[in-house]
């Protein structure tokens, strides 16, 4: 290799990782200012005193709270600094000018925003629990106190800057899954009656315990999150062919009534209304069944070991349901069973397709 081809090819990787640079320099710099605010916070919050690490009025209590606050602040500004405004993600095809930002795209981010908030709030409670149980009996002095609820801070600033300024359809389905897991374990490590597992799956959401809050709110949360996304994992643009235009509005449908009925289950608890929940609960495995068979219309260039999975998750479903009605699964195993099943299936569905859009812009 020259010369100039040495140099020609320095300047090439220099202007291929000059937006990734900056992209760091800018969460560097949103962490520093999430660290700055929450010490600021901290000093008149801790000043004089001596915290627990769990628990009530402790450390990690008033990390987790400035975390899900600043989580929810550094992912829109992560949108907004790559000048995409309040969309969930850049989502046009190649050569397509920028549309304005839709109420829409406003209501899927602040959306998306809230979900980071949460995650960052239950899994900074939850690893607090973990360190209280490892140093049982410390205390955390004012100043170690301030400057560990600032770290925490402001490592979540930083990271959900990143993941806003990078957020794609494969991103979002880690998200979701993220988001729905932690919320859900949270609910159950948290359930006042530890026996709830005798009766369902839905026995978290009937107290008025925070248990219950966290489960419901979860459940609405991603539903919502499922219906906004809908859209995006059903792009119609650019696809000509009537049978796949059909199939894909099919898929898109199907999306929009499962996030509607998951949050439906949680709007609606038992303790609510026990013929809204059990519509909810049903009416999602129904709309799954016919998900599984219409998506290969929708989605032809996926691989056949995509449907084959749906298949086959759709047969256990049957299977566990039959189970559960000849007595041999309590209830609790069967919701576990049929919701994890679906919940998977949608998170495969999701990276899939974003991997063929993917695909057709850089074909294009």
């Known amino acids: ?24 320099g800018a969460a560097i710099i949103a962490g520093a200012a999430g660290f700055v605010l929450t010490a600021l916070v901290a000093v008149p919050s801790f000043w004089g005193q001596t915290l627990p690490i769990a628990g ?20 829109p500004v992560g949108r907004l600094w790559r000048r995409e405004g309040l969309t969930p993600f850049d ?74 300024a990078g ?11 993220v988001f729905a897991v932690v919320g859900i374990l949270a609910a159950m490590l948290s359930a006042p009656d530890p026996d709830w597992w005798r009766l369902h799956l839905s026995a978290l959401g009937m107290t008025s315990s ?21 859209r995006y994992a059903t792009d119609l643009r650019d696809v000509d062919d009537p049978r796949r235009r059909r199939g894909l509005v099919r898929v898109r449908v199907c999306l929009l009534l499962i996030g509607v009925l998951l949050a439906g ?49 759709f047969a256990t479903i049957v299977g566990v349901l039959v189970f559960f009605a000849i007595g041999y699964y309590v209830l609790t195993a069967a919701e576990l069973v049929a919701g994890v099943l679906v919940f998977s299936w949608l998170i495969v569905y999701l990276r899939v397709s ?10 294009a």
């Not at 549309?99 to 995650?119: E, K, L, W």
């Not at 949360?221 to 906004?228: D, E, K, Q, S, W």
């Not at 608890?269 to 998506?295: I, K, R």
């Open 265 to 313: 289950v949680g709007v609606f608890p038992l303790s609510v209304s026990q013929l809204l929940h059990n519509v909810s609960a049903v009416g999602m495995v129904l709309v799954f069944a016919l998900l599984v068979f219409w998506v290969p219309a929708a989605l032809p260039q996926a691989p056949p070991a995509f449907f084959v999975l749906g298949y086959v998750f």
């Open 354 to 363: 974003g991997a063929a859009q993917v695909g057709r812009a850089t074909a």
């Open 210 to 230: 925070v248990s219950s809050l966290t489960f419901n709110l979860t459940l609405i949360v991603t539903g919502v999150i499922v219906t906004a996304i809908a």
């Open 91 to 164: 989502s046009r095809a190649p050569g397509v000018p920028r549309s304005r930002t839709s109420a829409a795209d406003v209501f899927d981010t602040v959306v998306i925003a809230f979900a980071h908030g949460v995650i960052a709030l239950l899994l900074w409670i939850v690893l607090g629990a973990v360190l209280a149980d490892a140093f049982q009996g410390a205390s955390v002095y004012a100043l170690a106190a301030v400057v560990l609820a600032a770290a925490v801070a402001g490592v979540t600033a930083y990271a959900v800057f990143l993941s806003g």
């Open 56 to 75: 009530p009025g402790s450390v990690s209590q008033f990390a987790a709270i400035a975390a899900g606050v600043v989580a929810i602040i550094a992912y």
């Open 167 to 177: 957020m794609d359809i494969l991103r979002l389905s880690t998200v979701l899954a």
């Open 1 to 24: 290799m020259t010369d100039a081809q040495r140099a020609q090819s320095a300047r090439r990787d220099a202007a291929s990782s000059a937006p990734a640079l900056r992209e760091e």
